[in-house]
């Protein structure tokens, strides 16, 4: 596998590249990802309109650029990789979601997981040689950025606690295994491709709740997790329509990952969180 990624090319596409395809096209390459996109969570934003604006433009706008510039091409990659996100299932203490789960937006994350989704699909004729592959992502764990920066500070502090109730389901992964599973979604196709995108649930198997979360990262730090952060509070720091995101969740279950024949690396939090802090 090691050898292999060294054949391809990645794209973490970003406005600064959409220049660049728009005026020169693909470059040739065996696989293409698209990681793009406002952070949802940039704790130097308010939320409103322009915000919003932005979140669906960074992922809309240049997913779309991406893919028309792969069916320009007089060479396509084998392979095209989008990684959206697990807010297309609605929040629900006890409903279960695989990939085989069909879903309408109900609100606004999971209509711009819609239109963002809608945006990589290939025209037919380019469909039957490069292999779609969606993954739904969620909250990515990893030592560098994103969630966990923002998190660490208060939880080494000892003022880290449950969001909201704490009961919200709380899909995950380890940053190393998302890796993994876009490059299991890179893998050449051994059959002609469908013309229909591949759609794996990127979460670890583990089904936690944001309470054995903030527990478990309590222990692994050996620190206490007695303040939790009331939802009131949350909406008025995040605004109510992005604060869902942490006071709600989903039970996602990676079924069609597993079932590829992917292996996890961190399925469960206690070796995903200590891996991550370094014991």
């Known amino acids: 596998m090691g050898v292999y ?41 308010w939320w409103n309109e322009s915000y919003k604006k932005d979140l ?5 706008d240049t997913t779309k650029t991406l893919a028309q510039a792969i069916a320009a ?23 279960e979601y695989t990939e085989d789960h069909e879903w309408t937006p109900f609100d606004l994350f999971s209509n711009l997981v819609k239109e963002w989704e809608a945006s990589a699909l290939l025209p037919e004729n380019v469909a039957k040689i490069t292999k779609q592959v969606v ?15 923002q998190m660490l500070p208060a939880f080494w502090l000892g003022l880290g606690g449950t969001l909201g109730s704490g009961t919200q389901p709380f ?23 469908s013309t229909s995108p591949q759609v794996f649930n990127g979460v670890a198997p583990a089904l936690n709740t ?17 303040l939790p952060v009331p939802v009131i509070a949350l909406n008025a720091l995040m605004g109510s ?19 590829a ?12 969180l200590k891996e991550i802090v370094g014991n």
Not at 23 to 44: D, I, K, R, T, Y
Not at 76 to 88: I, M, Q, R
Not at 135 to 149: E, H
Not at 171 to 193: K, N, R, Y
Request: glycine fraction near 10%.
């Open 73 to 95: 091409s007089s060479s396509p990659p084998h392979s095209w990789v989008l990684v959206s996100g697990v807010a297309c299932y609605k929040p629900s203490l006890t409903a």
């Open 56 to 60: 669906f433009s960074s992922r809309i």
């Open 5 to 45: 990624l060294q054949k391809l090319l990645y794209f973490s596409y970003s406005v600064l590249l959409q220049g660049e395809l728009e005026s020169h096209g693909l470059p040739p390459c065996e696989g293409a990802v698209n990681l793009a996109g406002e952070n949802l969570m940039n704790p130097l934003r």
């Open 241 to 259: 329509e992005r604060a869902v995101v942490l006071s709600q969740g989903q039970k996602v279950i990676p079924k069609r990952t597993l079932e």
């Open 135 to 149: 993954i739904r992502s969620g909250l990515v764990l990893g030592r560098d950025g994103g969630a966990m920066k």
């Open 210 to 226: 944001n309470y054995e979360f903030t527990k478990e990262l309590g222990k692994v730090l050996r620190r206490p997790t007695v």
């Open 261 to 272: 024949g992917f292996q996890y690396k961190y399925p469960d939090l206690t070796s995903a």
């Open 171 to 193: 899909p995950w992964v380890h940053a190393s295994d998302l890796a993994g599973i876009i490059a299991h979604g890179l893998e050449p196709p051994t059959d002609p491709p």
